[in-house]
């Protein structure tokens, strides 16, 4: 069985949530493979009605693993608060995975965002403030934090320490507001990776086994 992939040809709302939700009923493997938070599809069916951002929507069938693959950044407490929604309101999460590459939205993410737009003054781009667009540069230029350093805290301390020292003396040179606190973020995201550490892993591996079964995978686009 062939993987489908389901992307949109405009600017967003085009109906991929819709067309995701009918096809992920017959899907082994549902994966969201671009993006972050700043997207969402609403979903309605018997467990009620779900702007899922970056859950994927095949969680809602029982058959489907659901992977949040490396191309997406996530902020892990967006992630969180769906997870816990989902789970209120009995849907089963245990098949969510998370790659162990995909990048992390963090908090100098949303600040430089917000900053950024401001100094554009009457040319902002209308981004959504949520930190994707300086979430995926940092990406590019290696300077991303991943969910897999979540589980090791020693690298975690140690990536932070460099990148937030850089981080900073934009903050505060650039755009001379406060600089942000290496204790504070840190415990913060620990906080964050012991929330979600049943959830990441090496995921190529399980695409690949899929794939080889024979199994529709499904990948579910921004």
């Known amino acids: 069985m062939p993987a489908i992939a389901v992307i949109g040809a405009q600017w967003g709302d085009e109906g991929k949530g819709k067309v995701i939700d009918l096809l992920a009923e017959k899907a082994g493997v549902v994966v969201r493979f671009s993006g972050g938070d700043n997207a969402g599809h ?3 069916n018997p467990y009620g009605e779900f702007r899922l951002h970056l859950v994927p929507c095949g969680i809602f069938y029982p058959q489907a693993v659901c ?27 245990t098949r969510l995975f998370i790659s162990d590459r995909a990048n992390l939205v963090m908090p100098y993410h949303i600040l430089l965002d917000g900053l ?17 667009g300086p979430a995926f540069a940092d990406k590019v230029a290696r300077l991303g934090i991943r969910t897999g350093d979540l589980l090791d805290k020693e690298r975690l301390l140690e990536r932070l320490r460099l990148i937030l020292d850089y981080k900073n003396i934009i ?10 606190s290496l204790d504070e973020v840190y415990n913060q995201y620990c906080q964050y990776g012991e929330r979600l550490a049943p959830h990441i892993r090496e995921t190529t591996i ?3 086994e899929a794939l ?3 199994e529709l995978v499904l990948l579910e686009g921004a």
């Open 42 to 44: 609403t979903v309605v």
């Open 67 to 93: 992977i949040i693959g490396n191309g997406v950044v996530i902020n892990p407490a967006v992630l969180i608060d769906e997870i816990d929604q989902l789970n209120q309101r009995g849907v089963d999460t």
């Open 116 to 132: 950024e737009e401001e100094s554009r003054a009457g040319k902002a781009l209308g981004t959504t403030r949520k930190g994707i």
């Open 171 to 180: 903050l505060t040179k650039v755009y001379e507001v406060s600089p942000l």
């Open 206 to 208: 399980m695409l690949e």
């Open 212 to 214: 080889n079964r024979g």
